[in-house]
Each structure stands twice: as C-alpha cells, then as structure tokens.
C-alpha cells in the first residue's frame, strides 16, 4: 500500500511554493518550474521524501523511541495536536522554549511543578486557600499547560523531531541538531533543507498540506506500533505452542510406559502381607477434645 498518492498531494495544495522573489537558491533541486511569478514543488521528489521520512519514523518507533511533533503557526497547531495525540506521541503546538531539549533538565522541573498544580486542584488543596492565591495559581497552571501539556509526560528528550516550516522553527532546528536528534521536516522554497535529515519540499502555509503531513508521519509512528504488538502476539503464540509439545510429550511418555501385571499384582500382596493390621482402638485411645473442660460426673 502507498504511503501517499500524487492525487492526494495535488487535491492538498502541496505544489504550490512561495513568490519566485522569496525563494530560497538551496530549494532549486526541489523546483520543477515557475508558473504565474510561483513556485511549482516537484512532487515527485517529494513523494520519495515522503517515503524515507515514513521509513525513518517507523524505524525509529520500533527501537523504542518517541517522535515530538513541532508546529506553533496558527495554521499548524491544531493538526499537529489531533495526530500527535491519535498516535500517542508529544507536540509543541504553542510556542518552543529555549532549551526545551538543549536544557531538558530544567524543562523537567516546569513539567513537575504543572503535575503538581493539577493535583493540588483535584486533591482539595485549593480549599485552604484565598481567591486571590487560588487565581494566581490557576493562571500559572494555564500558561504551563498551554506551552508544556503536550510533553507532559515525556522523560527523555524524543528519538525524532517533525517540523513544520523550518523559518519559524530555527530554536527546535538549532537545539535538535547540537543533541543529534534526526529531523524531518517539511521545507517549502523559501526554506533551508541543508542540516535537515529527512527535508520533504512541500507548502508548508495551506492548513490541507500541513493536515496530509502529520497524517503520515502519524501513520508511520501506529504502523511501527502495530508491527510491535503483532511480534508480541507471536512471541506469546510460539511459547504456548513450546508448552503444548511438552505436555503431549509428557502424556506421550506416560501412556507409552509398559506395566507388567503380574509383577504389579505380586507386589502388592506382599505389600498387604507385610502391613500390620491395625488394633481397635481402646477407651483411653479415643481423641479428646483439649480445647474443651471435661467434669467428672458425681
């Protein structure tokens, strides 16, 4: 099955760049002409981008690791919450803070005190305090919950980044290459692809090419998981059926194991010869109760 058809790229607006003046040279193998004073992406070259970010992810999900989903235009922030959160995977869809995987450590810090803030709302905390004390701490929960609650639950800093318009992420670019974390990301002809990973060319400005990328590297991550749960199903499938070949042979052994009865009959009346035969038992042999207190009858 195609990750991704020329039929849905075109439907989406994925061709179309930014005014020849705005280009950016370093985008010029990714040009396939000029039409009207624009750009027009080649989509075959983008199609093949598609499908090594696709390849990319998926490897990545299998060994373990996460995918961050960053897009904080207007254009892009609900697309990037609704795949990020449909695939199980972090977003920043508000706004990136420096050193947000330069200086993890510190953003940990922000993250515990926003579970925190949560917890005091829904433990009863809140009732001890004025309305002055509360209000602020309701604001200061908003403001971490709008530029952190999509990496809430992230402990390590993620396997791979997905970006949308390079321009307006440099920080997330700039931090993500000093870690040495793989980037894909989509670059339309006023972007730099050099020091991208993984640069699909494509409009990174119409809300249904941005909506068409996340869906696919959102594929990707429920592919690879997908995958992850079926090696399981028959990891467990091979062990029930090594279980079952060693109870058959076990059965096998016992019904397969001769018995000659003659001798088992010999044996077993020595054996009752030999067993003394049990004397009846006398008044003072019979069990008493110690538990109960016996009266002498007068």
């Given at each position: 099955?195609?990750?991704?058809?020329m039929?849905?790229?075109l439907?989406?607006?994925?061709?179309f760049?930014?005014?020849?003046?705005?280009w950016?040279?370093r985008?010029?193998?990714?040009i396939?002409?000029?039409?009207?004073?624009?750009?027009?992406?080649d989509l075959q070259?983008?199609?093949?981008s598609?499908k090594d970010a696709y390849?990319?992810?998926?490897?990545t999900?299998?060994a373990?690791?996460?995918?961050?989903?960053?897009g904080?235009?207007?254009?892009?922030?609900?697309?990037?919450?609704?795949?990020?959160?449909?695939?199980?995977?972090?977003?920043?869809?508000?706004?990136w803070?420096g050193g947000m995987?330069?200086?993890f450590?510190?953003?940990?810090?922000s993250?515990l005190?926003?579970?925190?803030?949560?917890?005091?709302?829904?433990?009863?905390?809140?009732?001890?305090?004025?309305?002055?004390?509360?209000?602020?701490?309701?604001?200061e929960?908003a403001?971490l919950?709008?530029?952190?609650?999509?990496?809430k639950?992230?402990?390590d800093?993620?396997?791979?980044l997905?970006?949308?318009d390079?321009?307006?992420?440099t920080i997330?670019?700039?931090?993500a290459?000093?870690?040495?974390i793989?980037?894909?990301a989509?670059v339309?002809?006023n972007?730099n692809p050099?020091?991208?990973?993984y640069?699909?060319?494509?409009?990174?400005?119409?809300?249904r090419?941005?909506?068409?990328?996340?869906?696919i590297?959102a594929?990707?991550?429920?592919?690879?998981?997908?995958e992850?749960?079926?090696?399981?199903?028959?990891?467990?499938?091979d062990?029930?059926e090594?279980?079952?070949?060693?109870?058959?042979?076990?059965?096998a052994k016992?019904?397969?194991?001769?018995?000659?009865?003659?001798?088992?009959s010999?044996?077993?009346?020595?054996?009752a010869k030999?067993?003394?035969v049990?004397?009846?038992?006398?008044?003072?042999d019979?069990?008493?109760?110690?538990?109960?207190?016996?009266g002498?009858?007068t």
């Open positions: 099955m195609a990750v991704v058809t039929k849905s790229l439907e989406s607006g994925v061709h760049g930014h005014q020849v003046k705005r950016d040279p985008m010029k193998k990714y396939f002409a000029e039409r009207n004073g624009i750009h027009i992406i070259k983008t199609i093949q598609i390849d990319a992810v998926r490897k999900v299998a373990g690791k996460t995918v961050l989903f960053v904080t235009k207007k254009q892009a922030q609900q697309a990037i919450q609704k795949e990020a959160e449909r695939c199980g995977m972090f977003y920043v869809n508000n706004r803070l995987l330069t200086n450590v510190t953003i940990k810090k993250l005190r926003l579970k925190k803030l949560e917890k005091m709302e829904v433990d009863g905390s809140f009732e001890n305090l004025t309305k002055k004390e509360i209000a602020s701490l309701g604001k929960r403001k919950q709008k530029n952190l609650g999509g990496i639950e992230m402990k800093p993620p396997g791979i997905f970006i949308i390079t321009r307006k992420e997330a670019v700039a931090e290459q000093r870690m040495g793989p980037i894909v989509v339309d002809t972007c050099d020091g991208i990973n640069p699909i060319p494509g409009n990174d400005d119409a809300i090419a941005i909506t068409l990328f996340t869906q590297v594929n990707a991550v429920v592919e690879a998981d997908n992850a749960g079926l090696k399981i199903i028959e990891t467990l499938g062990e029930n090594n279980m079952e070949e060693m109870m058959n042979d076990v059965s016992e019904e397969d194991r001769e018995v000659d009865i003659a001798s088992y010999t044996e077993a009346e020595v054996q030999e067993e003394p049990p004397a009846e038992p006398s008044e003072d019979l069990p008493v109760d110690v538990d109960k207190v016996y002498e009858n």
